[in-house]
């Protein structure tokens, strides 16, 4: 059963999902607040979706708050027979379970079975302006 999250709870997550990796606010060692990529790459997840006919599908997300939750695209993963998660930088992969859905949004947040001690993204204390630099991850380039 698919619980409802808040749009507050999620607002943040959205916008790194959508490529908008703005550590705007976060705090971040020196080395990675000059290379986004440094602060953000571990907590970048392959999202993998195998459906009821045996397709397979790929998706990114991103570990948020707690080490367990990802957050990705919920057209990724709606229907899907199965999800698992592949952190890159741990070289392992996990499973994971769909927690909660904002529809409105597209976004799923997933909870990963057993996963590897990574940093979840931090939310942004204000919103990304006009003219920020923004990082997009994802898997298409495996990054």
């Not at 999902?17 to 060692?29: Q, S």
């Not at 570990?63 to 057209?75: D, I, P, S």
């Not at 990724?76 to 952190?87: H, M, R």
Request: glycine content about 10%; charged content about 15%.
């Amino acid at each position: 059963m698919r619980a409802l999250i808040s749009r507050a709870s999620l607002a943040a997550a959205g916008c790194m999902l959508l490529g908008a990796g703005a550590l705007r606010g976060a705090t971040v060692n020196a080395a990675a607040a000059k290379d986004p990529l440094a602060a953000t790459t571990a907590s970048v997840v392959k999202v993998i979706c195998k459906t009821g006919d045996g397709r397979t599908t790929f998706a990114t997300g991103f570990v948020w708050g707690r080490t367990r939750q990802v957050v990705t695209a919920l057209h990724a993963v709606e229907g899907a027979a199965s999800i698992d998660l592949y952190y890159q930088t741990a070289k392992v992969t996990r499973a994971g379970h769909l927690r909660a859905v904002l529809s409105r949004s597209d976004l799923a947040l997933l909870d990963a079975d057993q996963p590897p001690a990574v940093s979840g993204l931090e939310v942004a204390h204000t919103p990304p302006q006009p003219g920020d630099a923004l990082t997009a991850l994802g898997f298409p380039l495996d990054i």
